[in-house]
């Protein structure tokens, strides 16, 4: 594996900046000047073969099935990027926007609205960059919201089943975190969630479907359970794209919830990022949002005028490229059309799980949403999940998030969005019955799969274990 | 529009194979009474039209000559930058989960980290924050968990912005964050000394700071080392970690910022590059992704996510941080503008440094008073009376003169901060002189 630091050669790198007539920048005085900056020595043609390169080791959605469970990896449209990328966009400085950038704003306050249609929410805030940082506001806001009544409560409820990311933002805001566990058919044991609500229950978060791919049967009865409390009903919409169009999280119950425009509404995921988080609340939770929101008067403009927000939570006001791109995507579909992405979402989820569920165990068998699990129990000589996940590797499909949830034991969650033809998911179906079959005649071939990737079997152990985190010359 | 590949036969034979009679049956599990609700959104779009309504909203922008910085940059970016993240193996991938099919990602990521630990002159940085602000309280939490203290000083120069999303963060988990006063445009070392003690977490300084002065970072983290504090140095131009002595040479502990001027547009503000480097000692505390260099089974050098149990999705609630997507693609542009530009960095952080002090010399000729007489890298505060009003009315003229800065320095009224980059020529700031002589 190359790095770019391997070009090196003094003299290669022939990039010029625009002459400057006026070098009178001598004011800094030398002992606050570096003279030990050595970064790459490399010319243009290097860059561009070097990350075309690393780009081919790759996989991405436009490589093929990406059926990577909660994550909807569903296509990107080539036309968000196009948008992504027009000047009158990306050459706006946020600090003039309001003077400058009335457009940018008024996309801002559209997609604020749209948001606001598809949820039930009665505000929305576009500043969290990712899911988790649309949770950690949401739960600043739950803090800020028993704080202004005054009631002491520190508790916030999460499931069993729930993302790492859930209880990591709860921490964060000082609460303490109480696992909910899921009854024997994946919804939330309504016992357990009685014996655990009481007057220091701030909220329970949720995510709707759940994990398992599950829309919990008992949703408004957790809901009246929650409220009845005083407490707040938190809904990760990580998921959203099983029923986008079918049901609004605020019919449902919930008071607050984040979405993720880099899942549901199909900006692309960036190897990591960026994605955005915006969170949308119920109107005795608006007075709370982060600064500022987009309002409208003669002209868009910034409110900071808000005296019982959580304050600011982002340097400026989110990630406007992926909103831009998240707004055309909405545009382009519209209300039927959203709907109809949930609908395919969940048959071809179904259609898969049908499939796969006479070959491997699903231990929570019944209709799912836009994704299920299975698991590695009773496949022939012991083979694991990561193995099979390694070996579809080979057949050209990313694998499933695996091993997770973590309740169930060697977890595979498949999601495999709408955007994929049923043809493409029976060759993953075959896929996968042609590898149980090889755990049964030949095991050796999952042991040392993958064999037809760039790089073999990674070491993960080693790199642990003597980290190497730059490159050393 | 729609990319929806199955027809209407496809979904019929499908439901037939799962043993429902059609997509309805499928959300049995969803109560009737809150099932298919009416949602209010414009006529669909075709592709065509959606791209010409984008652009007419588009067209209400408005491109200036724009004197601008506060934490954005409008930094040139060669178009190597945009043709390389374009290609979609990049950008169409998550996470890389699966490290034998996400080796590009992996290998540029490990570049990234080797590219801002030479800038920073620290030992380890982590591959992407949101932005300069998160990245700034997600160091500050990060001292308070190394320290086991939780009263936090600011500089009143560090960016306010900044100082806005800190305090949300450190009312969040119940921490103390108190503002040290500045003087002639610094760190009022003096008041510094009075305000620590032995409680104190770290102490946070940005350098260049917020009216583009350079700080005194060595001394402010003497200050902080003697009482057992953290020393964070931020930034909001990283380009001037290719001119000025790195926040790790100067003894700081931890240092994050904005990357924003490294390959990535102004954007409206996002998505922005967080960058966060420390010290090895903080191996085990950082928060974020890590990528470390291994081997495969071949033997074959090869990238891997690492010390993963630092984070959410195997610690949870015990986790250094909550933070899981990050801003992945602008580091890969960060790094492909590293590799390109190259130590011609140097060189161009000199010109943006000359191309301001020509400006600050023009307006001070001009009459404005250059508030803070210490040395700037791109940025500076300009007094002249009458600030708004003329800062208006060059915006009738295609330039934006700096911004207002009294809403959060009320004793700065008149004052615009300017910020210059090699975007504007000294041509522009003739022509801005010239323009400024006769209104």
């Known amino acids: 594996m190359q790095t770019i630091f391997l070009f090196h050669k003094k003299g290669k790198n022939k990039y010029s900046i625009p002459a400057c007539d006026s070098i009178q920048g001598d004011e800094i005085p030398r002992s606050m000047l570096r003279d030990d900056l050595t970064l790459v020595d490399v010319s243009e043609v290097d860059v561009v073969r070097h990350y075309r390169k690393l780009s081919s080791l790759n996989f991405g959605v436009d490589n093929g099935m990406y059926p990577l469970g909660s994550c909807t990896m569903k296509y990107n449209p080539k036309i968000n990027d196009v948008v992504a990328m027009l000047p009158q966009f990306a050459m706006q400085h946020p600090a003039t926007i309001e003077e400058t950038g009335q457009g940018a704003l008024h996309m801002m306050y559209q997609l604020q609205q749209m948001l606001c249609q598809i949820t039930g929410m009665h505000n929305f805030s576009l500043s969290p960059a990712a899911g988790a940082h649309g949770e950690l ?60 609500l009481n007057e220091h229950v701030a909220a329970m978060m949720l995510t709707s479907p759940n994990t398992l791919g599950l829309f919990d049967r008992n949703i408004l009865k957790i809901a009246d359970m929650l409220h009845s409390k005083g407490a ?242 | ?86 290609r979609s193996e990049f950008y169409t991938a998550y996470t890389p989960y699966q490290p034998e099919i996400s080796q590009g990602t992996l290998a540029a990521i490990f570049e990234f980290q080797t590219f801002i630990c030479r800038l920073t002159g620290m030992d380890i940085a982590n591959a992407s924050m949101y932005d300069g602000a998160t990245a700034l309280a997600e160091a500050v939490l990060m001292a308070i968990r190394s320290t086991g203290k939780n009263r936090v000083l600011c500089s009143a120069t560090v960016h306010p912005h900044y100082r806005d999303v800190l305090s949300a963060y450190l009312w969040a ?68 970690l290719a001119l000025l002595k790195s926040p790790g040479s100067l003894g700081a502990d931890i240092t994050c910022g904005e990357g924003q001027s490294f390959g990535n547009y102004p954007a409206c503000g996002g998505p922005l590059l967080g960058i966060l480097a420390c010290r090895s000692k903080f191996m085990r505390t950082i928060p974020g992704r890590l990528v470390g260099k291994t081997v495969d089974e071949e033997g074959r050098d090869a990238f891997v996510m690492t010390l993963q149990t630092r984070e959410q999705h195997i610690r949870r609630q015990r986790a250094t941080s909550n933070i899981c997507t990050n801003e992945g693609l602008c580091a890969l542009r960060a790094t492909i503008y590293l590799s390109l530009v190259g130590n011609k960095l140097i060189e161009l952080a000199r010109i943006n440094h000359a191309l301001a002090s020509y400006c600050c010399s023009r307006l001070v000729a001009l009459g404005y008073e250059r508030v803070f007489t210490v040395p700037f890298f791109n940025e500076f ?46 041509n522009d700031i003739d022509n801005l002189v010239e323009l400024l002589q006769t209104i």
């Open chain 1, 232 to 473: 707040l009903f938190y809904c990760d919409g990580a998921n959203l794209n099983a029923v986008v169009g079918k049901v609004r999280p605020v019919d449902m119950g919930f008071d607050i919830m984040h979405v993720n425009l880099h899942k549901t509404f199909s900006t692309p995921h960036g190897g990591g990022g960026p994605g955005a988080g915006p969170i949308g609340v119920v109107e005795k939770l608006a007075p709370f949002l982060p600064v500022p929101i987009i309002e409208k008067a003669d002209r868009y403009y910034l409110q900071y005028n808000r005296p019982l927000s959580i304050g600011r939570i982002h340097s400026f006001f989110g990630n406007f490229m992926v909103m831009l791109r998240a707004y055309t995507y909405i545009m382009m579909l519209g209300s039927d059309g959203l709907r109809n992405v949930a609908e395919h979402a969940v048959c071809n989820a179904n259609y898969l799980r049908t499939k796969l569920c006479n070959h491997f165990q699903v231990p929570y068998n019944r209709i799912c949403m836009h994704e299920f699990v299975i698991n590695d129990e009773g496949l022939p000589n012991g083979i694991t999940t990561n193995e099979v996940a390694k070996r579809l590797l080979d057949y050209g499909f990313h694998a499933p998030t695996v091993y997770f949830p973590l309740i169930v034991h060697g977890a595979m969650m498949i999601e495999p969005t709408e955007t994929e033809h049923r043809d493409t998911l029976d060759a993953f179906a075959d896929a996968m019955l042609t590898i149980k079959k090889e755990a049964a005649q030949n095991p050796a071939l999952l042991k040392k799969a993958p064999v037809t990737t760039p790089v073999r079997k990674v070491d993960a152990v080693l790199a642990a274990r003597k980290p190497v985190l730059k490159w050393d010359d």
């Open chain 2, 381 to 426: 505060v300009i007094r002249v009376d009458n600030a708004k009003e003329i800062r208006n009315r060059l915006l009738d003229n295609g330039y934006a003169l700096g911004i207002s800065i009294d809403t959060y320095y009320p004793e700065l009224n008149d004052c615009l901060l300017l910020g210059v980059t090699e975007s504007v020529s000294n």
């Open chain 2, 173 to 240: 988990s119940d921490a103390q964050l108190a503002i040290v006063p500045y003087k002639q445009g610094l760190t009022d070392y003096e008041q510094l000394s009075h305000m620590i003690d032995d409680n104190v977490a770290c102490v946070i300084v940005q350098s260049p700071n917020y009216f583009g002065a350079v700080e005194d970072v060595a001394s402010i983290a003497d200050s902080a080392h003697n009482h057992g504090a953290l020393c964070i140095a931020t930034f909001t131009e990283a380009l001037s």
């Open chain 1, 137 to 196: 506001t949401s739960v600043m806001i739950i803090k800020k919201y028993f704080e202004t009544k005054g009631e002491k409560r520190n508790i916030l409820l999460i499931p069993d089943s729930a993302h790492g990311t859930n209880p990591a933002s709860v921490a964060m805001c000082g609460f303490e975190v109480k696992e909910i566990p899921s009854d024997s058919d994946g919804d939330v044991d309504l016992t357990k969630l009685e014996d655990a």
């Open chain 2, 1 to 86: 529009m729609s990319f929806l590949p199955n027809s209407d036969d496809d979904i019929l034979a499908m439901c037939s194979e799962i043993g429902v009679s059609s997509i309805e049956d499928l959300f049995c599990d969803i109560p009737a009474s809150i099932k298919n609700p009416t949602i209010q959104l414009p006529q669909a779009l075709s592709e065509q039209e959606a791209l010409t309504h984008i652009l007419h909203i588009g067209n209400a922008n408005e491109q200036l000559c724009s004197l601008v910085g506060a934490g954005i940059y409008n930094h040139y970016v060669p178009a190597v930058v945009d043709h390389l993240v374009s």
